[in-house]
Structure formats: structure tokens, C-alpha cells
Nanobody, 122 residues
Framework: VQLQASGGGSVQAGGSLRLSCVVAGSGSSSSSMGWFRRAPGKEREFVADISWSFGSTYYAGSVKGRFAISRDNAKNTVYLQMNSLKPEDTAVYYC????????????????WGQGTQVTVSS
């Protein structure tokens, strides 16, 4: 499974960005897709994930109500719509895939994309 993330950039606080993650290879072996982020000097943390089959979603408390994860099964693509961005959202964002269901545990995700930088200025 190969993951290709894109859509990062620089935006002012209050702005929006949409990240995309295209899944290539044996995408059908992955049950869940997720987004994580790593801010400077911090550990990688869970942002959101979604079930390929059922579309059920989970969000970190810090982004709930501002971010929305979605998927397009026909395009093998997962999106992260980020609204009302804050400077504390600045991080490298990674998409991920796993064969199991929702989990916040980084080590339990099987595949990772290369990361895309999101910078939010005040």
C-alpha cells in the first residue's frame, strides 16, 4: 500500500485547507484511513480517521467541529477538510492506513504517507 498526501500550504488563522491522500496498491486490504500530525518538538498525534466501508469517523478533541474527514471509494482517496485553522494546527500532516478499526495509537497503523506541511500564521 502506498499513500500520497498533498494539499498542505500556508494560510492565515481562520482560513481553510483541504488535504488529500491517494491510496495505491492493495488499498482494499486497509479497513481504516487516518490523518495524524506532528508539530515541531512534539510527538505524532491522532487527528481523525474513517472507515472505508461504513464511513464512520473519529476526531481528536482539538479538531472536532473544525475538521472533517471523508473518503471517495471510487477514487481511493481520503480527504481532510480543515476549517477555522489556528496557529496551533501548524504541523506536518500524515495520512495512514491500517487493516483494523479505529485507533489513536500511532504504532498500530500499518502504512504512512510522506507528510505534507501545514503552516498557520496568526
Amino acid at each position: 500500500v502506498q499513500l500520497q498526501a498533498s494539499g498542505g500550504g500556508s494560510v492565515q488563522a481562520g482560513g481553510s485547507l483541504r488535504l488529500s491522500c491517494v491510496v495505491a496498491g492493495s488499498g482494499s486490504s486497509s479497513s481504516s484511513m487516518g490523518w495524524f500530525r506532528r508539530a515541531p518538538g512534539k510527538e505524532r498525534e491522532f487527528v481523525a480517521d474513517i472507515s472505508w466501508s461504513f464511513g464512520s469517523t473519529y476526531y481528536a478533541g482539538s479538531v472536532k467541529g473544525r475538521f472533517a474527514i471523508s473518503r471517495d471509494n471510487a477514487k481511493n482517496t481520503v480527504y481532510l477538510q480543515m476549517n477555522s485553522l489556528k496557529p496551533e494546527d501548524t504541523a506536518v500532516y500524515y495520512c495512514s492506513a491500517r487493516s483494523g478499526s479505529h485507533t489513536l495509537v500511532v504504532a498500530l497503523w500499518d502504512y504512512w504517507g510522506q507528510g505534507t506541511q501545514v503552516t498557520v500564521s496568526s
